[in-house]
T-cell receptor
Framework: GAGVSQSPRYKVAKRGQDVALRCDPISGHVSLFWYQQALGQGPEFLTYFQNEAQLDKSGLPSDRFFAERPEGSVSTLKIQRTQQEDSAVYLC????????????FGPGTRLLVL | AQSVTQLGSHVSVSEGALVLLRCNYSSSVPPYLFWYVQYPNQGLQLLLKYTSAATLVKGINGFEAEFKKSETSFHLTKPSAHMSDAAEYFCAVSPMTSGTYKYIFGTGTRLKVLA
Protein backbone atom coordinates (compact mmCIF):
# COMPACT_ATOMS: atom_id res chain seq x y z
CA GLY A 1 0.00 0.00 0.00
CA ALA A 2 0.91 3.64 -0.15
CA GLY A 3 3.26 5.10 2.39
CA VAL A 4 3.01 8.38 4.26
CA SER A 5 2.61 11.31 1.92
CA GLN A 6 3.11 14.99 2.58
CA SER A 7 2.27 18.10 0.65
CA PRO A 8 3.56 20.42 -0.50
CA ARG A 9 7.07 19.05 -0.80
CA TYR A 10 8.52 22.53 -0.91
CA LYS A 11 7.12 25.79 0.39
CA VAL A 12 8.60 29.26 0.22
CA ALA A 13 6.92 31.82 2.45
CA LYS A 14 7.54 35.45 3.16
CA ARG A 15 8.11 36.29 6.79
CA GLY A 16 4.77 36.88 8.44
CA GLN A 17 2.75 34.63 6.15
CA ASP A 18 0.72 31.70 7.41
CA VAL A 19 1.43 28.23 6.03
CA ALA A 20 -0.35 24.88 6.20
CA LEU A 21 1.42 21.57 5.76
CA ARG A 22 -0.52 18.40 5.08
CA CYS A 23 0.17 14.81 6.07
CA ASP A 24 -1.63 11.72 4.80
CA PRO A 25 -0.66 8.81 7.04
CA ILE A 26 -0.78 5.16 6.11
CA SER A 27 -4.41 4.06 6.05
CA GLY A 28 -5.54 2.65 9.37
CA HIS A 29 -2.61 3.98 11.37
CA VAL A 30 -3.76 5.22 14.75
CA SER A 31 -0.72 7.25 15.77
CA LEU A 32 0.61 10.29 13.95
CA PHE A 33 3.70 12.33 14.79
CA TRP A 34 5.13 15.62 13.52
CA TYR A 35 8.85 16.35 13.68
CA GLN A 36 10.93 19.38 12.75
CA GLN A 37 14.36 18.84 11.19
CA ALA A 38 16.61 21.87 11.02
CA LEU A 39 19.50 21.88 8.59
CA GLY A 40 22.24 19.52 9.73
CA GLN A 41 20.27 18.30 12.72
CA GLY A 42 18.24 15.28 13.67
CA PRO A 43 14.45 15.46 13.69
CA GLU A 44 12.88 16.92 16.82
CA PHE A 45 9.45 15.97 18.10
CA LEU A 46 6.67 18.51 17.75
CA THR A 47 3.37 16.81 18.49
CA TYR A 48 1.52 13.48 18.65
CA PHE A 49 -2.00 12.38 17.79
CA GLN A 50 -3.79 9.21 18.73
CA ASN A 51 -6.69 9.11 16.26
CA GLU A 52 -8.14 12.63 16.45
CA ALA A 53 -6.87 13.37 19.94
CA GLN A 54 -3.75 15.48 20.30
CA LEU A 55 -2.15 13.81 23.31
CA ASP A 56 1.19 15.55 23.34
CA LYS A 57 2.10 18.96 21.98
CA SER A 58 5.06 19.55 24.22
CA GLY A 59 7.45 20.02 21.30
CA LEU A 60 5.61 22.84 19.57
CA PRO A 61 8.06 25.77 19.76
CA SER A 62 5.51 28.54 20.14
CA ASP A 63 1.82 29.31 20.04
CA ARG A 64 2.25 30.15 16.36
CA PHE A 65 2.34 26.41 15.70
CA PHE A 66 -0.94 24.53 15.61
CA ALA A 67 -1.75 20.99 14.50
CA GLU A 68 -5.00 19.15 13.97
CA ARG A 69 -6.29 15.77 12.86
CA PRO A 70 -10.05 16.24 12.96
CA GLU A 71 -11.16 12.88 11.57
CA GLY A 72 -8.30 10.79 12.79
CA SER A 73 -6.62 10.43 9.42
CA VAL A 74 -5.20 13.44 7.55
CA SER A 75 -3.32 15.94 9.69
CA THR A 76 -2.41 19.56 9.10
CA LEU A 77 0.39 21.49 10.74
CA LYS A 78 -0.21 25.22 10.59
CA ILE A 79 2.36 27.88 11.28
CA GLN A 80 1.10 31.41 11.73
CA ARG A 81 3.16 34.54 11.13
CA THR A 82 6.17 32.55 9.93
CA GLN A 83 9.63 33.59 11.05
CA GLN A 84 12.99 32.81 9.49
CA GLU A 85 13.81 30.40 12.30
CA ASP A 86 10.84 28.28 11.19
CA SER A 87 12.79 27.28 8.06
CA ALA A 88 13.25 23.52 8.30
CA VAL A 89 12.00 20.22 6.97
CA TYR A 90 8.77 19.12 8.61
CA LEU A 91 8.41 15.37 8.80
CA CYS A 92 5.25 13.43 9.46
CA UNK A 93 5.27 9.83 10.68
CA UNK A 94 2.58 7.31 11.46
CA UNK A 95 2.46 4.02 13.27
CA UNK A 96 -0.15 1.31 13.40
CA UNK A 97 -0.95 1.17 17.10
CA UNK A 98 -0.59 3.12 20.28
CA UNK A 99 2.41 1.41 21.78
CA UNK A 100 6.01 1.46 20.66
CA UNK A 101 5.95 0.44 17.05
CA UNK A 102 7.91 1.38 14.02
CA UNK A 103 7.15 4.86 12.79
CA UNK A 104 6.90 5.26 9.04
CA PHE A 105 8.05 8.62 7.77
CA GLY A 106 6.88 10.74 4.89
CA PRO A 107 9.28 12.57 2.56
CA GLY A 108 8.84 15.83 4.45
CA THR A 109 7.95 19.38 3.53
CA ARG A 110 10.88 21.73 3.16
CA LEU A 111 9.85 25.18 4.36
CA LEU A 112 11.92 28.22 3.55
CA VAL A 113 10.93 31.51 5.15
CA LEU A 114 12.42 34.58 3.50
CA ALA B 1 15.99 13.15 30.29
CA GLN B 2 16.53 10.75 27.45
CA SER B 3 19.22 11.59 24.94
CA VAL B 4 21.12 10.08 22.05
CA THR B 5 24.71 10.81 21.07
CA GLN B 6 26.12 9.96 17.68
CA LEU B 7 29.89 10.27 17.62
CA GLY B 8 31.19 11.60 14.34
CA SER B 9 29.01 13.80 12.20
CA HIS B 10 30.88 12.63 9.10
CA VAL B 11 32.39 9.20 8.44
CA SER B 12 34.28 8.18 5.30
CA VAL B 13 35.04 4.59 4.36
CA SER B 14 36.39 2.92 1.25
CA GLU B 15 34.11 0.73 -0.79
CA GLY B 16 34.32 -2.79 0.63
CA ALA B 17 35.53 -1.64 4.05
CA LEU B 18 33.78 -2.06 7.38
CA VAL B 19 31.17 0.51 8.29
CA LEU B 20 30.89 1.46 11.97
CA LEU B 21 28.53 4.22 13.07
CA ARG B 22 28.38 4.92 16.78
CA CYS B 23 25.34 5.57 18.94
CA ASN B 24 25.13 5.94 22.70
CA TYR B 25 21.95 6.56 24.61
CA SER B 26 21.13 7.94 27.99
CA SER B 27 18.26 6.25 29.75
CA SER B 28 17.57 4.88 33.19
CA VAL B 29 15.55 2.08 31.64
CA PRO B 30 16.63 0.29 28.46
CA PRO B 31 14.59 1.91 25.72
CA TYR B 32 13.60 0.81 22.27
CA LEU B 33 16.33 1.79 19.83
CA PHE B 34 16.20 2.42 16.11
CA TRP B 35 18.50 3.18 13.20
CA TYR B 36 17.08 5.09 10.25
CA VAL B 37 18.71 6.07 6.95
CA GLN B 38 17.91 9.24 5.04
CA TYR B 39 18.79 9.72 1.39
CA PRO B 40 18.80 13.24 -0.05
CA ASN B 41 15.34 14.77 -0.32
CA GLN B 42 13.73 11.65 1.06
CA GLY B 43 12.14 10.67 4.33
CA LEU B 44 13.59 8.38 6.94
CA GLN B 45 13.70 4.66 6.22
CA LEU B 46 13.95 2.12 9.02
CA LEU B 47 17.12 0.02 8.95
CA LEU B 48 16.59 -1.95 12.14
CA LYS B 49 15.21 -1.77 15.66
CA TYR B 50 15.90 -3.17 19.10
CA THR B 51 12.87 -4.04 21.21
CA SER B 52 14.41 -5.94 24.14
CA ALA B 53 14.54 -9.30 22.38
CA ALA B 54 17.85 -10.40 20.84
CA THR B 55 20.73 -8.02 21.52
CA LEU B 56 22.15 -8.49 18.02
CA VAL B 57 19.70 -7.08 15.54
CA LYS B 58 19.89 -7.64 11.81
CA GLY B 59 18.39 -5.14 9.46
CA ILE B 60 18.01 -4.42 5.79
CA ASN B 61 20.83 -3.95 3.28
CA GLY B 62 23.28 -6.01 5.33
CA PHE B 63 23.32 -3.72 8.36
CA GLU B 64 23.26 -4.94 11.94
CA ALA B 65 23.54 -3.43 15.39
CA GLU B 66 24.34 -4.77 18.83
CA PHE B 67 22.66 -3.54 21.99
CA LYS B 68 25.14 -3.34 24.87
CA LYS B 69 23.46 -2.34 28.09
CA SER B 70 26.72 -2.03 30.04
CA GLU B 71 28.03 0.48 27.51
CA THR B 72 24.63 2.07 26.76
CA SER B 73 25.51 1.67 23.10
CA PHE B 74 23.78 0.59 19.92
CA HIS B 75 26.43 0.87 17.21
CA LEU B 76 25.54 0.18 13.57
CA THR B 77 27.84 -1.97 11.45
CA LYS B 78 28.08 -3.38 7.95
CA PRO B 79 30.95 -5.69 6.95
CA SER B 80 31.45 -4.28 3.47
CA ALA B 81 30.43 -0.80 2.37
CA HIS B 82 28.75 -0.23 -0.96
CA MET B 83 28.55 3.02 -2.87
CA SER B 84 24.78 2.99 -2.40
CA ASP B 85 25.24 3.17 1.39
CA ALA B 86 26.24 6.82 1.15
CA ALA B 87 23.52 8.64 3.10
CA GLU B 88 22.78 10.14 6.49
CA TYR B 89 22.12 7.77 9.36
CA PHE B 90 20.13 8.58 12.48
CA CYS B 91 19.97 6.71 15.75
CA ALA B 92 16.77 7.18 17.74
CA VAL B 93 15.46 6.13 21.14
CA SER B 94 11.87 5.66 22.19
CA PRO B 95 11.65 5.59 25.96
CA MET B 96 9.57 2.74 27.33
CA THR B 97 8.16 5.01 29.98
CA SER B 98 6.85 7.54 27.51
CA GLY B 99 3.15 7.55 26.91
CA THR B 100 3.77 9.31 23.66
CA TYR B 101 6.38 6.90 22.32
CA LYS B 102 7.93 9.78 20.48
CA TYR B 103 11.40 9.32 19.07
CA ILE B 104 14.42 11.21 20.31
CA PHE B 105 16.99 11.41 17.54
CA GLY B 106 20.71 11.88 17.48
CA THR B 107 22.21 14.58 15.29
CA GLY B 108 23.04 12.13 12.53
CA THR B 109 26.14 10.76 10.83
CA ARG B 110 26.75 11.38 7.17
CA LEU B 111 28.43 8.37 5.58
CA LYS B 112 30.63 8.87 2.55
CA VAL B 113 31.82 5.84 0.58
CA LEU B 114 35.01 6.28 -1.41
CA ALA B 115 35.58 4.38 -4.63
Amino acid sequence: GAGVSQSPRYKVAKRGQDVALRCDPISGHVSLFWYQQALGQGPEFLTYFQNEAQLDKSGLPSDRFFAERPEGSVSTLKIQRTQQEDSAVYLCASSHGTVQETQYFGPGTRLLVL
Amino acid sequence: AQSVTQLGSHVSVSEGALVLLRCNYSSSVPPYLFWYVQYPNQGLQLLLKYTSAATLVKGINGFEAEFKKSETSFHLTKPSAHMSDAAEYFCAVSPMTSGTYKYIFGTGTRLKVLA
